[in-house]
């Protein structure tokens, strides 16, 4: 596996950004889906937020009406793989080339864009890393503290509760628009974007939040 401390000063690798700036960025993995992601979108809409959502090339090519309503409301779409193969099983050869194919289909909605990947899993090495910065790709990981596990569907409470709870300036946070039963993950968003607006976080795509990256001063 790669070591945090050598690849995140440099930027290659994201965990969350080091801000003092109240933006927190929501990300939606294994999208797009077609009774989730226009509820979340809705929902987004209602607060002021944009988010990223990593979506899967097949899907993408499945549903492209959804695709365009995810860019047209302003968010921001993240290569998760084409088809969301495992890289522990494939090799990093097999997943440059399923990154290469999303990343056909992302440039169709999405050109000019900084290129920002998610790992399926969130499983990275050091030869997929280099071949993701190969292909121009940053890899977007999320905030340790941010991650809902909404996948293995905990009640709307518990995933709304461990994001509120945990928040801090720089979050990017875990959720799933697509993959399963995503009602949870829509309901804890109804709880999710009030709570933190009041709080005073404003909600952006994880390129946003990277401008305001601050450089980490190591002091002696
Ligand atoms: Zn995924």
């Known amino acids: 596996m790669i ?15 080091h801000t003092s700036k109240k933006l927190i960025a ?8 077609p009774k989730y992601t226009p509820q979340v979108l809705e929902l987004l809409k209602q607060y002021d937020a944009h988010a990223t959502f ?6 993408m090519e499945q549903y492209p009406q959804i695709v365009q309503q995810v860019v047209q409301a302003g968010h921001e779409l993240g290569n998760h ?21 999303a990343d056909k289909v992302i440039q169709k909605y999405q050109p000019n864009h900084l290129k920002l990947f998610r790992p399926p899993g969130g499983y990275i090495d ?3 890393l280099q071949k993701a910065n190969q292909l121009g790709y940053k890899i977007i990981l999320w905030s ?37 039963d995503r009602s949870r993950t829509v309901q804890a968003l109804k709880l999710i974007l009030p709570a933190l607006k009041q709080q ?5 795509t994880v ?10 001063v190591n002091l002696p």
């Not at 070591?3 to 950004?17: C, D, M, S």
């Not at 969301?84 to 080339?97: F, I, P, R, Y």
């Open 126 to 128: 050091n030869a997929l």
């Open 200 to 204: 005073g976080y404003q909600f952006v």
């Open 81 to 101: 793989s084409m088809t969301h193969q495992n890289e522990k099983k494939v090799g990093a050869q097999s997943m440059s080339l399923d990154i290469i194919m």
């Open 207 to 216: 390129s946003e939040l990277l401008q305001y990256q601050q450089t980490k």
């Open 54 to 59: 990593f979506e899967i090339g097949y899907r």
């Open 144 to 180: 340790y503290h941010q991650d809902t596990k909404d996948w293995s569907l905990p009640g709307a409470q518990v995933i709304a509760d461990h994001t509120i709870r945990n928040a801090r300036s720089g979050d990017i946070v875990l959720l799933h628009d697509g993959g399963g």
């Open 26 to 33: 929501l990300t939606f993995d294994d999208g797009p889906n």
């Open 3 to 17: 070591k945090r401390k050598e690849v995140e000063p440099n930027g290659q690798v994201v965990w969350e950004a």
